[in-house]
């Protein structure tokens, strides 16, 4: 009798704490669909124009619209910077308690991203018509002071018919660096796969499937009522839709 007892009031603790912490979120099987449009300014300047709408989960999406500039320093080199108007993002602090705990309404919350970036690419001699890419970039949110890291090596093989480049496919991993946010050192970890058809000089359409995981980590609110701590996972999914626009 004890026994029973004893294992109802640690389902009933289980209950609780878990009607307290954020829900494990695994296999969203999601939409993604990306424009980019590229002006040829110069030899060495590119202003480039991103649309992107991110089926996160089936009750919540992200909306983006991003200006950058880019300036090639060397053959292999270059700098950027952009800004990006962004709806919808959700965040660690956004687990409140209201009246019970529950993730806030950010659909329609807006907010104004800017960074910096640093890229790298060479052909990579042992393997033919393939590049190797790294990106390092800084980004900075402006409503909440958000900093973090983004590093993203990846690998473009191109596929040519008669002379001409047909296919790319390529592969990239991105990991995002919190710099004074979250009790992670990692906060997200993405894999992007896919394909990119030259359909003529200017439209370049692809699909891809980008897998991801990431972590909710202990909210402020949370912090102010409770000693303990959490992390919980969520997982994602992704088949996207992508047009490159080239000026």
Same mark, same amino acid.
């Given at each position: 009798?004890?026994k029973?007892?004893?294992?109802?009031?640690?389902?009933?603790? !289980?209950q609780?704490y878990a009607?307290?912490?954020?829900p494990? *979120?695994?296999n +969203?099987?999601?939409?993604?669909?990306?424009? =980019?449009s590229?002006?040829?300014?110069?030899?060495?300047?590119t202003? !480039?124009f991103?649309?992107?709408?991110?089926? !996160?989960?089936?009750?919540?999406?992200?909306?983006?619209?991003t200006?950058?500039?880019?300036?090639?320093?060397?053959?292999?080199?270059k700098?950027?910077?952009?800004?990006?108007y962004?709806? #919808?993002?959700?965040?660690?602090?956004?687990?409140?308690?209201?009246p019970?705990?529950?993730?806030?309404?950010?659909q329609s919350?807006? &907010? @104004?991203?800017?960074?910096a970036?640093?890229?790298y690419?060479?052909l990579?001699?042992?393997?033919? =018509?393939?590049?190797? &890419?790294l990106?390092?970039? =800084? *980004?900075h =949110?402006?409503? +909440?002071?958000?900093?973090?890291?983004?590093?993203?090596?990846?690998f473009?093989?191109?596929?040519?018919?008669? #002379?001409?480049?047909?296919?790319?496919?390529?592969?990239?991993? &991105?990991?995002i660096?919190p710099?004074? /946010?979250?009790? &992670?050192?990692i906060? *997200?970890?993405w894999?992007?796969?896919? @394909?990119?058809?030259?359909?003529?000089?200017?439209?370049?359409? #692809? !699909?891809?499937?980008?897998?991801?995981? #990431?972590k909710?980590?202990?909210?402020?609110? /949370?912090?102010r009522?409770h000693?303990?701590?959490?992390?919980?996972?969520?997982?994602?999914t992704?088949?996207?839709?992508?047009?490159?626009? /080239?000026?």
């Open positions: 009798m004890i029973i007892l004893t294992y109802l009031l640690f389902l009933s603790c !289980v609780i009607a307290h912490v954020p494990i *979120e695994k +969203n099987q999601q939409a993604r669909f990306k424009v =980019n590229f002006y040829k300014l110069t030899d060495w300047d202003l !480039v991103k649309g992107d709408y991110f089926k !996160v989960t089936d009750d919540r999406d992200e909306k983006s619209l200006f950058e500039y880019r300036h090639r320093i060397h053959n292999n080199f700098i950027g910077g952009y800004g990006t962004l709806v #919808g993002k959700r965040y660690d602090d956004d687990w409140v308690k209201s019970t705990w529950k993730w806030a309404d950010t919350r807006s &907010e @104004f991203l800017i960074g970036n640093v890229s690419k060479k990579i001699s042992f393997v033919k =018509n393939s590049i190797f &890419e990106r390092y970039t =800084n *980004e =949110n402006s409503r +909440n002071s958000h900093n973090h890291s983004i590093l993203r090596p990846g473009t093989k191109v596929f040519f018919n008669q #002379g001409k480049a047909l296919i790319n496919y390529y592969f990239q991993y &991105e990991l660096i710099t004074n /946010y979250s009790d &992670e050192t906060s *997200e970890q894999i992007y796969t896919g @394909f990119t058809w030259h359909l003529s000089r200017r439209f370049k359409p #692809g !699909v891809f499937v980008q897998k991801g995981v #990431g909710w980590t202990t909210s402020d609110e /949370y912090s009522s000693t303990d701590t959490y992390s919980q996972d969520h997982k994602y992704v088949l996207g839709i992508s047009l490159n626009i /080239y000026l």
